[in-house]
């Protein structure tokens, strides 16, 4: 079992802070991880990663198998020693990415086969063969092969999900548990629990995926388009259930009030292309809201993305000089946004933890959110 | 005059060594100058610059000029501030940038109209209206304008191109002394040489811009299509009578041999979009020369771009990973590729000016181009 321990309780609220012990390091919860999709965090080098405050990255094991395949991958001694980030990775098992392909894939009882998007070939995944996958992978976090669906979906595409992912669950664990890792350090599998917007699908979900027994239970199907009020409603509604001394980690969340919302109801772990993919089309967040930098109001703005920000960044370029960067398309513009919205999102978590070990959580959020509502740049 | 000092003279060639002084501080020579056409070396922080041995970088009068606008440099208290690089900054006065726009300009005694790569409008450059972009701009060394012709040229067109340049030259020279810095360091103003391949109009050339005095000089009209062996002669011409106690500057050149043979002929500051350029193509330098990194043979080379190289690319990716980057078309690699040629472009540099202080240039050089001609990557 994957060690983990809470530290503190927020007294209002359901928020907590934990950590989780990997062979790659400890982790801080809440925490939110970069996504990291074919091996590398877009525009940043490790380094970059580390400086800026991150403990934990995530790849995706349906990118990462098409390219650069699994045998790069095994010759090089796992994705740690591929991409030099010496800290902690979850992969995805590739279920949301193969939902994301549409007319790509087909789903049956024994498995998914799908068309790369990379060149239209034929592959098959299976529960089995997708723990495999993670292992040539080496991450310190598995996924199971889940499916996911759009929201909202009708009962029965949505009991038809959940059986199938709860079923796909059984084969995961159980092809975990006949398998070992393949490089020197432990893996964990995480379960992920679907049910659309369904209480009782999602109880039961939970119900099984606990009785198969993870490391951690994800909340998958979430962030496919229902408001953020049933979100927030179906988060609730399982951390009532899943067990309190285990991660909690939601999948594919979010903007930074999302995920305050989300650890005000007891979730610990986050990944979101929003901050990096945001920054690569010119959005930078600050505390006073979203800026799009390559607009001409900041032409001539000598100040920083963000006042008193500490990143490298605005320790070192205006407003201004990012913006010219944009404008003359020098790519350098795609890396500085990005270690800015990188740094804002752990420094946003870490402030979360910090207000959870002072107890004064509802008090942080409010602060937060009114400021970030503002957008007074 | 700018503070220049002879260090040491190879014995055997007229290779030198020496360093130049400014107010962002000290340069040793021989030196390559990364190029930072619109402010930024393409893909680099100054951070990775200077890790990297950068001492001085290079900036373009034309495209600054354009983008983002003197007033904007003005603003941000010149271009140092404006892109955060902290040592000297060199800028080529729009002569080149403006040849190569072919059909898009007319030069006329009094200057030179062109229209914008970007938008086709309307511009006008004379000698000392460049004086003053780069007084806004805030170069450490400044360039005067010059007309750039192709070669071969017909005499007829050299001897022209030649009598605007040293014309221009005066103008630029007094407009110089008759200005002042903007900012609170000085500036300093290098004489272009041109004449094309044509011995009586280089040496007419070079005697006229002594006359007039300049802080350094700079041989022009050179890579733009003569070969190796004219280049050569040229230059070897040309430091034959150019002062010795002051800074040479071949501008535009080029590759690590050319360097090489520039530096056995007494130049001693170099600038070229060779390693930025070829890096962002996939094109690495090596000592066992080039090496077209997203070839599939180095798919699975867990080994670095060069063995015992100490750039951050090569102490930490294989050139697996790196060419997985290019083939998912991952901008990271185009960073990590310019680190890599930038660190060795300095090296190459520093190795040579290590040789001439020790007094064996000659047998560095045979061993490094032995070696680079090998290939066997």
């Known amino acids: 079992m994957m060690e983990f321990h809470l530290e503190a309780r927020d007294p209002k609220t359901r928020a907590r802070a934990a950590r989780f012990i990997t062979d790659h390091g400890e982790v801080s919860t809440p925490v939110f991880m970069p996504v990291g999709t074919i091996g590398t965090v877009k525009t940043l080098t490790p380094q970059d990663l580390s400086d800026h405050g991150t403990q934990i990255i995530l790849g995706n094991t349906y990118h990462l198998y098409l390219k650069p395949g699994m045998n790069i991958l095994r010759k090089a001694g796992g994705l740690h020693k591929f991409n030099a980030w010496p800290g902690p990775i979850l992969t995805d098992s590739g279920g949301f990415q193969i939902y994301s392909l549409d007319d790509l894939k087909k789903i049956t009882e024994e498995g998914v086969s799908f068309r790369s998007h990379w060149d239209g070939s034929l592959h098959f995944f299976t529960p089995e063969s997708v723990v495999d996958l993670q292992r040539h992978i080496g991450s310190d976090i598995m996924m199971v092969l889940d499916q996911c669906i759009a929201n909202p979906s009708d009962l029965e595409t949505a009991r038809r999900a959940h059986h199938l992912t709860v079923s796909w669950a059984k084969r995961s664990r159980q092809h975990f548990m006949n398998t070992e890792e393949i490089y020197n350090h432990r893996q964990y599998l995480f379960g992920i629990v679907q049910g659309g917007i369904y209480r009782d699908l999602r109880r039961e979900s939970m119900e099984t995926l606990m009785e198969i027994g993870f490391d951690g239970y994800a909340i998958g199907g979430l962030a496919v388009g229902e408001s953020a009020e049933m979100r927030n409603e179906v988060t609730e509604f399982c951390t009532d259930i899943l067990p309190e001394e285990q991660a909690r980690y939601l999948m594919g969340v979010g903007n930074p009030v999302d995920l305050l919302d989300s650890i005000e109801r007891g979730m610990d772990m986050f990944d979101c292309v929003i901050p990096t993919r945001n920054a690569r089309n010119g959005t930078v967040f600050t505390q006073n809201g979203k800026l799009v930098i390559r607009n001409a109001r900041y032409k001539e703005h000598m100040i920083p993305l963000e006042k008193d920000c500490m990143c490298y960044t605005c320790r070192n370029f205006s407003r201004a000089y990012i913006r010219h960067m ?36 509802s008090a942080f959020k409010a602060d937060f959110c009114d400021k970030y509502s503002n957008t007074g740049n």
């Open 326 to 361: 944009f404008n003359v398309n020098e790519v350098l513009a795609l890396r500085l946004a990005t270690i800015h919205n990188i740094y804002f999102y752990m420094k946003l978590i870490r402030d979360a933890r910090e207000a959870i070990l002072n107890g004064n959580f």
